[in-house]
């Protein structure tokens, strides 16, 4: 529930954002209330692209197959999650009433798992332990597990593929995951790689094998850890990179006087502190 509307607003906004450069669904779709046809009167200002403002009604679709989740306003007050599972066969579950709770169970586990997604994203800065544990090799069940350090170009695709939604309903097998990593890496990434590095993910707490199968789910740790580089990477560290680098020219770059700012600051600390080099 929303106390005011427009925070439900700024919720959307936020998932719809998160769709589109982490989740990579495969649409994201806005409803208007009414259809325009070549038959509709233009209005008197002519037509404008107007998103998530007044008259029109945000919503998240999330397709499996033939069974649907739909998220939207009711009654402009309450964030409603509707699933309709239309076939029991799309999760390997025969049509018989005596089935219905365990169906029910599942359309319930499906929407507790979305609003999970959504509550991570939107709430995902990790403590300085789990910063740690992910920067340094660690032991894990008797075995060495190796660093999975922030930037390195392996590592940031892997976080990247795990915030897919797609691989929500029954996890992510080897296969599912390695073109995935591969297109985002640009060069050849074999199953071997991938095996590894499952490995490691597993051994480090970011997934977690579902028993008797060969397919793994992300954790609430992994999602957190998942979301928390994709964004500090996607949305800071790369779009900002060259501010970072020496200017050859004199465009704005406001971060780049921040840094400077804070470079000089260190070295007068350093300096009056006769630790300068």
Known sequence: MFARPVQGRHFFEAV???????GRPDRVGLLF?????RKTPPPLRGYRTRVLTDGVEPSLHVEYKSSHVKQYFKEQRALRTETTINNPKDFYVAKAVSNLSHVRDLGDQVNRKLLE???VS???VLTQ?????LQRPTVEAGQRTSALRFGDPRVMALFQTITGFAHLPRGFRNRDLR???AALLGRPYSASQMTDDLRRLRLKGVIHRIPTTHRYIATSYGLKVAFFSAKLYLRILRPEWPALLPADDQLPRPLRAALDTLDAQIRKIHEEAILAA
Not at 16 to 22: M, Y
Not at 33 to 37: F, N, S
Request: proline share 8%; glycine share 0%; with cysteine.
């Open 16 to 22: 719809i954002r998160e769709n589109l450069d982490l």
């Open 129 to 133: 332990d789990a910063l740690d544990r």
């Open 33 to 37: 209330p009414h259809r325009i046809t």
């Open 117 to 119: 997604v959504e509550r």
């Open 179 to 181: 073109p995935l990593v």
């Open 122 to 124: 939107h709430q995902c």
